[in-house]
């Protein structure tokens, strides 16, 4: 079974420049999360879709973060435009609904630099 | 509001030794309790849950409603068991968004 798929690896761009990253789940998962982590912190969460809708984008900045997650699928997060503070590991993971909801299955990762 | 805490950024204890990695929580409600893993360049990863009372890779945790508190133990500690460990909650709502705690570095000595 193939896991999450992000890309890109990683990046690095100057404040004020936008950023994308996308995200694949795994197939058959209805929920697709991301979420920021910084360097020695936990991972925050800033969006969940359910399907093609959004859940829960309490945490997300929205007036330089957004994110979308057409036709259910593929799903991207873009910063726009960028601040320092916006350095950090931006995580995708997907899951199943139901009594399988907890268990969530975690891209390797976009490492953003900004500079 | 939801909140996971863990106080210990680092945990050192020596092979064969004893571990327990602390959790608290702060929820209004019977929430479902996780620990996952993050093993030296490999992906997050569930290690356990709960509600599914299993040992993992030797790994058990118990839910203290009274103390809300999920620590994660282990009677003798393996060197492959260092990694970064995550606390984590998923409350029973609408949106069943699932919190991280901030994390611990358990290291093994030879």
């Known amino acids: 079974e193939a896991g999450v798929a992000q890309s890109p690896r990683y990046k690095i761009i100057e404040k004020r420049q936008s950023v994308a990253f996308w995200c694949n789940p795994i197939?058959?998962?209805?929920?697709l999360y991301w979420y920021q982590q910084i360097l020695g912190q936990g991972p925050k969460l800033l969006i969940q879709?359910?399907?093609?809708?959004?859940?829960?984008d309490s945490q997300l900045p929205k007036d330089r973060f957004s994110a979308e997650r057409l036709k259910g699928v593929d799903s991207t997060l873009k910063i726009q435009p960028a601040k320092l503070e916006d350095s950090a590991v931006y995580l995708c993971?997907?899951?199943?609904?139901?009594?399988?909801?907890?268990?969530?299955?975690f891209g390797e990762g976009s490492r953003l630099t900004v500079l | 509001a939801q909140r996971v805490t863990q106080p210990e950024k680092l945990l050192s204890v020596f092979k064969g030794a004893p571990v327990e990695l602390k959790c608290n929580y702060s929820?209004?409600?019977?929430?479902?309790l996780f620990w996952y893993v993050q093993y030296s360049r490999q992906r997050l990863q569930l290690l356990l849950r709960?509600?599914s009372r299993e040992s993992i890779k030797g790994f058990t945790a118990d839910l203290n409603k009274g103390e809300t508190s999920f620590h994660l133990k282990k009677p003798f500690a393996q060197e492959e068991d260092s990694a970064m460990y995550y606390c984590?909650?998923?409350?029973?709502?609408?949106?069943?968004?699932?919190?991280f705690g901030s994390g611990t570095r358990l290291s093994i000595r030879p």
């Open positions: 993971a997907s899951s199943l609904v139901g009594a399988s909801a907890g268990e969530l299955f």
């Open positions: 197939s058959g998962h209805a929920t």
């Open positions: 879709f359910q399907n093609n809708g959004v859940v829960d």
């Open positions: 929820y209004s409600g019977s929430p479902e």
């Open positions: 709960h509600i």
């Open positions: 984590a909650l998923m409350g029973y709502s609408s949106a069943s968004k699932i919190i």
